[in-house]
């Protein structure tokens, strides 16, 4: 009986470790932040099509599987767009809102993503794209931080970003190809 007691006493200190490990992963600096680039033989222009067309977008960016405007400034202009966005993760479907906060056209956009649904238990994430023109080609940055909410969101924050960035990542490869195939245009 000893045994079952010191087994199940070893299984809970084990949780306990791997649960104070992820807290403490999680409030390292620079958590939550990624950061992916690349180069796109397609001048600006063409590049920041993909970035702002609804279509276009979703054929580079995995798992997104719907882009709806929700609504638009009266003015007309670019800042302060809202979308709704559904994009499907690994069978997990993530419901989000965007906002436009900054357009310049063919040089930076920024946005502010929002999961939908509980505000206690989700994340949102501020994210800039950045284009640089040189010789024709486009150096592509994206800057995101993200912050979680909620207790298991902020646990799991270690495991989270690396697997987001990894998307991230193959995600931009998936840009380059897609603008690269593309006829060069002025």
Do not use: C
């Amino acid at each position: 009986m000893k045994w079952i007691l010191r087994i199940l006493t070893g299984l809970v200190a084990l949780l306990v470790l791997a649960v104070a490990g992820l807290w403490l992963a999680g409030l390292r600096p620079g958590n939550g932040h990624m950061v992916t680039e690349v180069v796109i033989d397609r001048p600006a222009a063409q590049v920041f099509r993909w970035l702002t067309e609804d279509e276009r977008v979703k054929k580079w960016i995995s798992g997104l599987e719907e882009v709806r405007p929700l609504s638009a400034p009266a003015d007309g202009s670019e800042v302060g767009k809202k979308f709704h966005m559904v994009e499907t993760y690994k069978n997990e479907r993530v419901e989000m809102e965007m906002v436009v906060t900054k357009f310049e056209k063919d040089r930076a956009l920024s946005i502010l993503v929002s999961s939908a649904g509980d505000p206690n238990n989700g994340f949102s994430e501020t994210g800039d794209y950045t284009l640089t023109e040189q010789d024709g080609k486009t150096h592509l940055r994206f800057d995101v931080q993200a912050k979680y909410f909620g207790f298991l969101p902020r646990l799991f924050e270690p495991l989270i970003t690396p697997e987001a960035n990894a998307k991230l990542q193959e995600d931009f490869h998936r840009l380059k190809g897609l603008a690269e195939a593309e006829p060069k245009t002025n």
